[in-house]
């Protein structure tokens, strides 16, 4: 009995799509069913900005197609991303087996997999996303915490400065792609010290300028070993960030007991006891 996955369709000739994570590390993440895809496909989209994990998957699968060279200095990436979706799509339309390949997990911070999930979905053709192993799951293991004990905020760094949101720093803040923080101009691909200085003064609302903030990178490599530096708040502006690097900011409180709902929630115990006694 094989133990490959089938690629799910029901309509032989039918174009059928899906979009499957290789995990952070290389060769040690993807998964079975993720692997199955890949083999299946007629043809393998991969954006990947490794070029040794694209020379591994051209191992697995003799079409592999880099979506990397349509990356271009001052080219909107939001551009680049939609040619992505039409790539794809051009090729489903023609009936074939469709895999993109993406770090990671393919449904984070990643537009282009929602877009052409969705896209093919609206026109009646299968399609299928497979998890990864993401990130924010290596960052957990890497960094030793537990995101349950005192909770965890993610947030993308631009959207703090964009938008109103509350920070609770009794739990931990996870900030991701600081590298680009208040990068509005489309075709750049990093932003400097300036604008780094106003996320810091942004997170000087809620925290102190010499609270601890970890700067983290996943190993991609088996060879590797994840990169972990300790900074304090008030340094964050000044130092080098790559588009890889996630900010961690560990509790700066106590978490302070609801008082009021632990009464309420006394009085109910009390209530269920009565009932059980009856």
Sequence with gaps: MSDTIPFPSNVPGRGRLACVGLGMTL????????????????????????????????SMHPDVRSLQPYYAEGKPRMRTYREWVALMMAELRAGKRVCGVFYGHPGIFAWSPHKVIEQARAEGY????????????CLYADLGFDPGRYGCQHFEASQL????????????LVLWQVGVVGNRSVGRLDTGPAYRALLVERLGQDYPPDHEV??????TLPIERPRIRRIILRELAEVSLTAEETVVLPPAVTLQ????M???????????QGVAAV
């Design 27 to 58: 060769g040690s993440h993807l998964t079975p069913l993720a692997r199955s895809h890949i083999a299946q496909a007629d043809v393998v989209f991969a954006a990947l900005s490794d070029a040794i994990a694209e020379e591994w998957l051209k």
């Design 126 to 137: 299968e399609a299928h996303m497979e998890p990864g192993i993401s990130a924010e799951d």
């Design 161 to 172: 400065l964009y938008c109103e949101r509350r920070i609770d720093p009794a739990g931990y």
């Design 214 to 219: 970890i700067i983290y990178r996943g190993a």
């Design 257 to 260: 007991p609801n008082r009021a």
């Design 262 to 272: 632990l009464e309420r929630l006394q009085v109910l115990d009390a209530k269920g």
